[in-house]
């Protein structure tokens, strides 16, 4: 059997390709594939960026793979490292990743592209939280949306299960850019490369802040900072690349960012 996950690198860059037909749906083995590849690129200090997107054209993921459940994968399996998709839960996951997504992200598949740092999505794509059908809960959504759109749209979208199309997506703030789908995959592209020729240290920083400040108060995250607190800042400070990047502007030349 073909690997359910197709993984390029190129460069600094980790193309990772969701590709079990004919939806793309995740089942344990998957997750836990796809929580060792994520593992993988976090501990790597060559890879700097990645990107997560579907095969095909019309699906990113539709979530659980409901046959695999009815053959006797069990919804509160082992999903591996990262949780389900590898992304949700994983500790320490401090270099971006960039979600494009091809076709219809619903369920855990949703779940997956909200577990990015940016979301770009193909005209053609529909997004929905379908389980309120089923008899179960988005945890994951539940979670995450209502930090990310307004409260009342999100809490719209989980209780009802209605499906929505990429405008309606971007129009909420949910995704960056909505593109003709022959686009996505060079725009995905061009925004990896784009971040990966950035200051990897300083975007480790920056997603510790954010992952600590999610339900901290403002002024108790600065003295975190302050007090030498959070790992990823207190190395940003007495790195090289700090110094890099001020003779840089010094020099009115571009960076040369070595993540150390």
């Known amino acids: 059997m073909d690997t359910p996950i197709h993984t390029k690198q190129d460069g600094a ?46 699906f990113f993921c539709p979530g659980w793979d ?30 971006p990743v960039i979600a494009a997504v091809n076709g219809i992200a619903c369920g855990g598949g949703l779940e997956l592209a909200l577990s990015a740092d940016m979301i770009l999505a193909a005209d053609s794509a529909q997004f929905a939280l379908p389980e309120i059908r089923s008899g179960t809960v988005a945890d994951a959504a539940s979670i995450k949306l209502p930090k990310r759109i307004p409260y009342h749209i999100a809490m719209e979208l989980l209780l009802t ?58 002024q108790d995250v600065m003295n975190r900072i302050t007090k030498s607190q959070l790992p990823t800042v207190e190395r940003l400070y007495t790195s090289e690349d700090q110094l890099e990047g001020a003779r840089a502007f010094a020099e009115k030349r571009d960076p040369i960012w070595k993540g150390r």
């Not at 725009?187 to 510790?208: D, M």
Request: glycine content about 10%; aromatic content about 8%.
């Open 161 to 218: 299960g209605r499906w929505f199309d990429a405008a309606e997506a971007h129009r909420w703030g949910l995704v960056n850019e909505v593109l003709p789908a022959d686009n996505l995959a060079a725009r995905a592209w061009e925004l990896a490369r784009l971040i990966a020729s950035g200051p990897p240290l300083v975007y480790a920083a920056i997603k510790e802040v954010v992952r600590d400040a999610e339900d901290s108060k403002f």
């Open 13 to 58: 860059i980790l193309h990772v390709t969701l590709n079990r037909p004919k939806a793309n749906a995740i089942d344990l083995a998957t997750s836990r594939i796809m929580g060792q590849a994520f593992q993988s690129f976090r501990d790597d200090p060559d890879l700097r960026v990645a990107i997560i997107t579907g095969a095909g054209e019309k």
């Open 66 to 95: 409901l046959k695999a459940a009815a053959d006797g994968d069990a919804v509160d399996g082992d999903y591996g490292v990262g949780g389900f998709g590898g992304l949700q839960e994983l500790r320490d996951m401090n270099k």
